[in-house]
């Protein structure tokens, strides 16, 4: 990498962490007035049109990108359908019954759902730590679902939800890393983002009339969602996956849960109960006992799936 660019991959992290920092909290902004695939569909229409236009104004005047072949659309599908379809909406349902800190802490369980992914697809050894690491964050997720609670009762259905978030999310890297070898950033993200809003085109009735009730500042929320959280982030997550080792970029997005639990005191006026901290702690504990392994050669390609996280 150029030295004079070696600041960028860090800067698309950074990027990164604080737009899906603010995307947890959105979410739950609107919660009460979009409905889960309304506002999937709202978000992902407003991301493939603004990231449409960035890919056909780069195209102008110099050699286009290449196109994706035959081998890339099984992967991309996929990533769309995961990542930007049951992803969201997923994760906008669980939302609605848990905060938006307990929600981050818990989308942090992927990569240890991707460590076992590639121990079982790509022949990754499955060390004895994998197994503790995946034991422990079990603990932590079960000590957040005992913990969430409403005005006065416990929801471990929106823990549920934001743990099916979880592993479409771990499968969807899976699929995404070989990818961005071959593709741009941008192409695959616009290619993923479009074919997650196709698929959520079902929910096209619920958009229009939560549309229709809603204020102007929460219409300008859901455009918001589509064109940071979603095109600008996803974008630069892909570069920097690109970049820099995955090891790295796994640890950084362990930022995103306290940043959300800011954001969430600042703007929604409410934090994760006391016990779910634990939990949250725990789970990053069985994260990063999962994630050690011995320093021996490795393929890059199964390093990088066992280690990154978006």
Not at 38 to 44: E, I, M, V
Not at 46 to 72: C, F, H, I, Q, Y
Not at 156 to 170: E, H, K, Q, R, T
Not at 248 to 269: E, F, R, S
Request: net charge positive.
């Amino acid at each position: 990498m150029n030295p004079r660019r070696s600041w960028m991959p860090l800067a698309a992290v950074a990027v990164t962490l604080v737009l899906w920092a603010s995307a947890f909290v959105a979410i739950r902004h609107l919660g009460h007035t979009f409905s889960p695939g309304g506002l999937s569909l709202g978000r992902l229409l407003v991301g493939a049109l603004a990231l449409g236009l960035v890919l056909a104004t780069r195209g102008s005047g110099r050699p286009g990108p290449r196109l994706p072949g035959k081998r890339d659309w099984p992967g991309l599908v996929g990533i769309g359908l995961l990542w930007f379809g049951l992803y969201n909406v997923a994760l906008n349902a669980g939302e609605r019954r848990i905060d938006a800190g307990t929600s981050a802490m818990l989308i942090q369980l992927s990569p240890v759902l991707v460590a076992v992914l590639a121990a079982v697809f790509l022949r990754e050894k499955a060390t004895p730590l994998l197994g503790i690491g995946l034991l422990v964050a079990l603990g932590g997720v079960a000590v957040i679902s005992f913990s969430t609670s409403g005005a006065s009762h416990r929801d471990p259905l929106g823990v549920l939800l934001c743990l099916v978030s979880a592993a479409a999310y771990a499968v969807a890297l899976v699929l995404q890393k070989p990818l961005v070898g071959r593709l741009s950033a941008l192409q695959v993200t616009w290619a993923a983002c479009t074919v997650g809003a196709v698929a959520c085109l079902p929910f096209a009735g619920q958009l229009v009339s939560d549309a229709r009730s809603a204020s102007t500042g929460d219409l300008l929320w859901v455009v918001y969602l589509g064109l940071f959280p979603t095109a600008v982030a996803f974008t630069t997550y892909a570069y920097a996956l690109s970049q820099m080792g995955a090891a790295n970029l796994a640890v950084t997005t362990y930022l995103v849960p306290p940043i959300t639990v800011l954001m969430g005191w600042l703007v929604l006026d409410e934090t994760p109960p006391t016990m779910a901290y634990v939990g949250g702690v725990l789970c990053l504990v069985g994260v990063s006992v999962a994630r050690h392994k011995p320093r021996r050669p490795s393929t890059p390609l199964a390093e990088g799936l066992a280690e990154a996280r978006p």
